[in-house]
């Protein structure tokens, strides 16, 4: 993805949002720190999957979304406590999600401080990431919270799949508890 594409989302604004869902008829939904209910059919009927996505980065580089840790902590305070799925841009400072693999940076921990204090205070059921592209790809749950990076590409940008036996991340989740049945 071109950074122009990067900062045009930045700064979308609503008429252009409203362009872009109808151009995608409604398939593709964009998450700027804000809530999204998925409904669902289970046992009991209509149930709801409570989505929360956020861009927001620390200042690591020169990138959209990154912004100061007072405007984090606003930023993050929006997540509903009883989210079941947050998906953030960012990594948080969790079990290595944070952490460079590979390239120049290998080694650093670069993941988020203030999005950690997020996820430990509203204990999503899952928590999503991809920033830090070779960070811990594992599916763990941590705390109650089952979590993973799932940056599709590696630090180079080259598909990260391809170069290691990780694979795309997949579970099944029971529809009426939104608990983990299986994982591949």
């Known amino acids: 993805m071109e950074a122009t594409t990067i900062f045009f989302l930045e700064r979308i604004t609503k008429s252009e949002l409203a362009e872009f869902y109808k151009k995608t008829h409604n398939r593709i939904v964009v998450l700027k720190n804000e809530e999204y209910n998925w409904e669902y059919l289970d046992s009991n009927g209509i149930n709801t999957l409570k989505i929360f996505g956020t861009p927001y980065c620390k200042i690591f580089g020169n990138w959209a979304f990154m912004i100061s840790n007072e405007k984090l902590k606003e930023k993050f305070s929006k ?106």
């Open 79 to 184: 997540i509903p406590e009883n989210c079941d799925i947050l998906l953030s841009h960012d990594a948080p400072d969790i079990n290595d999600l944070g952490m460079i693999a590979s390239g120049f940076q290998s080694g650093i921990n670069a993941g988020n401080p203030v999005l950690a204090d997020a996820v430990k205070e509203k204990k999503p059921k899952y928590a999503f990431c991809g920033h830090i592209h070779s960070g811990n790809h594992l599916f763990e749950q941590v705390d109650g919270i089952w979590m993973a990076n799932t940056s599709f590409v590696s630090e180079s940008y080259s598909p990260w799949y391809d170069n290691t036996d990780i694979g795309f991340l997949k579970f099944e989740l029971n529809p009426d508890t939104k608990e983990v049945v299986s994982e591949e």
